[in-house]
């Protein structure tokens, strides 16, 4: 009788204390892979937190080191214009550094891009790369741009530009740079070595100060440019975010590419727009 019992119990017993470690070491693990997970989005944020706080600040002493390098005025010699907007023809640029001197007028773009980049004189569009190769990101070949605004600028200058007037010069304080090499473009020793190289005197006194005047007065005067700038940007920001290409206003297509999926644009090869997913 016993026995029997014993036979009918014991199993009972053991089935119900292995559905007991079962279910006690599911609800463990259940536990342990929230806590990871909230660990880790709550790590990366702050990790991309204090990254983002580094870069800004980074990016701050940058353009205040650069801004304290070119130094103040001094009248009729060398005239310091910083975060410029400037507009002709309904089309805004906003420059990071001018200064207009006897031998040229320095245009001075800053990235304060942290990583690596990678470019070329003649690719549109460079790229970032950061985390050991995981984040990488595009934006738009700085020397073009500063020929954009090089463009621009002589159009309000007028008369008062004259062939090769301008300096132009993209500086990186922060990146470590992989591009091709290309001589205005470099860290902060490279725009030392630009401002300090000799040229001769192109701009009389007065034609400086005149240069200064027209310049000045978009700071002083600004028309629609700070705002329509900011608009201009935001048009493209919203386009990007509808997935129309800003370049040409075709789609943005989801793609596979050897990196991961990504949004490109529908006239590919035409139009080489890419957007990151
Ligand atoms: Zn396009």
């Known amino acids: 009788m016993e026995m029997l019992l014993l036979l009918i ?3 009972v017993v053991i089935f119900a204390i292995v559905l007991l470690i079962i279910f006690v070491v599911r609800k463990n693990r ?3 892979d929230f806590d990871q997970q909230w660990h880790e989005s709550n790590d990366e944020d702050f990790f991309h937190e204090q990254k983002k706080y580094r870069s800004e600040q980074i990016g701050q002493e940058g353009e205040n080191w650069i801004a304290s390098v070119l130094g103040q005025d001094i009248p009729d010699e060398k005239y310091v214009i910083n975060n410029l907007t400037i507009s002709s023809g309904g089309k805004s640029s906003q420059i990071d550094h001018i200064m207009i001197t006897k031998v040229g007028i320095f ?3 800053t990235k304060n891009y942290s990583g690596t980049i990678y470019g070329s004189l003649n ?3 460079w790229t970032q790369v ?3 190769g995981k984040v990488k990101n595009s934006f738009y070949n700085p020397t073009m ?3 954009t605004h090089a ?3 002589k159009r309000v200058l007028g008369r008062l530009a004259k062939s090769n007037c301008f300096v132009q010069t993209v500086v990186f304080p922060k990146a470590e740079l992989m591009i091709e090499p290309i001589d205005n473009v470099g860290d902060t020793h490279n725009l030392v070595r630009i401002l300090n190289t000799p040229r001769e005197y192109i701009f009389t006194t007065d034609e400086i100060n005149r240069i200064h005047r027209k310049l000045i007065d978009f700071k002083i005067n600004p028309r629609i440019s700070e705002d329509k700038h900011i608009q201009n940007i935001q048009k493209t920001q919203l386009q990007i975010a509808h997935n129309i290409c800003p370049r040409c206003n075709s789609k943005l297509v989801l793609r596979n590419g050897q990196y991961g999926s990504f949004y490109g644009c529908k006239k590919y090869p035409y139009c080489k727009f890419k957007k990151h997913v």
């Open 151 to 153: 463009y621009r600028l």
């Open 145 to 147: 741009q500063s020929n």
């Open 107 to 109: 245009l001075i773009e």
């Open 9 to 11: 119990i014991l199993p």
């Open 30 to 32: 259940t536990h342990e």
């Open 123 to 125: 690719q549109r569009q």
């Open 130 to 132: 950061f985390d050991y």
